[in-house]
T-cell receptor, first 112, second 109 residues
Framework: SQTIHQWPATLVQPVGSPLSLECTVEGTSNPNLYWYRQAAGRGLQLLFYSVGIGQISSEVPQNLSASRPQDRQFILSSKKLLLSDSGFYLCASATQEGSEAFFGQGTRLTVV | RKEVEQDPGPFNVPEGATVAFNCTYSNSASQSFFWYRQDCRKEPKLLMS???SGNEDGRFTAQLNRASQYISLLIRDSKLSDSATYLCVVYTGGFKTIFGAGTRLFVKA
């Protein structure tokens, strides 16, 4: 089965600072990759998905961006963090549309 | 109307009880359905897929009602370890997988 590595586990960043979260996938090739954000007590909000290297689709307009420089690497970035960017960020991988998603352990980001 | 709606709970039940959760979805063209489990401050993990004919995995039974657009999860003989948040997940096509906000379950001794 797939293994999703995501780091760091927790992060405290000041407003206006940049962000880079990395996710790597083992155990599969050419996966569909996703970035989700979960606010406290809320469902998962899809931020970005990617079907291949260099292919990124954004679901929600915001000051975040994503990149996929390699088949099994997915990066979430921001140039300037906002307080509202705080949340639990989850990277996920699926072999195809609509199939089971495997999640990384998540990054809990607090913007102060 | 939210695309996927769940009762947030919490459901507080004693060990050994049977508990059921429902989840409604708004898109009649939804294709796939799942229940995920999420422990506190952890990532979600697949509990079970939900098939049109219904499916059972040990103490867990999932049902799909397309006419009424809801899915259900039944847990029999609840264990302390079942305490978690249960997320209803609906795939509507085109990379659009919608996660519900979850139903919290507390099983007490």
């Amino acid at each position: 089965s797939q293994t999703i590595h995501q780091w760091p586990a927790t992060l405290v960043q000041p407003v206006g600072s940049p962000l880079s979260l990395e996710c790597t996938v083992e155990g599969t090739s050419n996966p569909n990759l996703y970035w989700y954000r979960q606010a406290a007590g809320r469902g998962l909000q899809l931020l970005f998905y990617s079907v291949g290297i260099g292919q990124i689709s954004s679901e929600v307009p915001q000051n975040l961006s994503a990149s996929r420089p390699q088949d099994r690497q997915f990066i979430l970035s921001s140039k300037k963090l906002l307080l509202s960017d705080s949340g639990f960020y989850l990277c996920a991988s699926a072999t195809q549309e609509g199939s089971e998603a495997f999640f990384g352990q998540g990054t809990r980001l607090t913007v102060v | 109307r939210k695309e996927v709606e769940q009762d947030p709970g919490p459901f507080n039940v004693p060990e050994g009880a049977t508990v059921a959760f429902n989840c409604t979805y708004s898109n009649s063209a939804s294709q796939s359905f799942f229940w995920y489990r999420q422990d506190c401050r952890k990532e979600p993990k697949l509990l079970m897929s939900v098939y049109s004919s219904g499916n059972e995995d040990g103490r867990f039974t999932a049902q799909l009602n397309r006419a009424s657009q809801y899915i259900s999860l039944l847990i029999r003989d609840s264990k302390l370890s079942d305490s978690a948040t249960y997320l209803c997940v609906v795939y509507t096509g085109g990379f659009k997988t919608i996660f519900g906000a979850g139903t919290r379950l507390f099983v007490k001794a």
